[in-house]
């Protein structure tokens, strides 16, 4: 997704368009990440696993839409495959404890995090090379093609796990579901307005939003 969102020509060729793609990229580990916890502790995660890369999948096929004429469905389609990927990452952290003994927890979660980070690094350059050796009219399609079988990939060796993946909460009443929800997005923003009411806070967040402006300038 990195590599059709921002390293291809046809979609950053405006600073507008490279704003979209940005916020695209941003809002699912903003604004989606605080709730994922609510819904992971309630569904079974080996479904999480096995289902999402079949979302993905199915949705992927967006991107091919013209990020410039056909704006909204490109830029649909990478936010909604961003979303579902973001459930995808948080409940492939969670079910980590349930996978290992307890002595090498500490391994196999370094293991993950450098995993995931070598991954990404990969993705983008073999999607890189793809579209710089393909060329043509539509070089992303060759890279949605190989990201939609990477991603079932994933979802049949997830499948391959005995364990269902169960979460420990018991079946509990909807509202009580809502109620979370809601005290999520109300300690979201208890902390933005706790943050901007700290002046030794508000220095070190304008320092890191005047050099994420600059780097984007650049």
Sequence with gaps: MASVVFLSPESQDTAVGFLKATLVVALPYSILGPFTGVFIDRWRRRRILLFA?????????????????????FYAGALLVLSVNRFFLSTAAAVV??????EDLLVANSLATVGGTVALLTGIFVGGRV?????GATPTIPVVVVAACGWLTASW????????????TKPE????????????????ADGARRLLRNRRAIGPITSITLDQ???GIV
Excluded at 131 to 135: E, H, M, P, R
Excluded at 157 to 168: D, G, Q, T, V, Y
């Design 213 to 215: 402006i600059g780097q």
């Design 173 to 188: 009443d909807p509202d009580l579901l809502r109620h979370q929800l809601t005290r999520v997005g109300v300690d979201f």
């Design 157 to 168: 060796i997830a499948s391959r796990i005995a364990s269902p993946l169960k979460p420990h």
């Design 53 to 73: 890369p079949w979302a993905k999948a199915a949705l992927v096929g967006l991107v091919l839409f013209d990020p410039i004429g056909q704006a909204i469905p």
């Design 131 to 135: 579209v710089d050796a393909i060329g």
């Design 97 to 102: 404890p349930r996978l290992v003994p307890h």
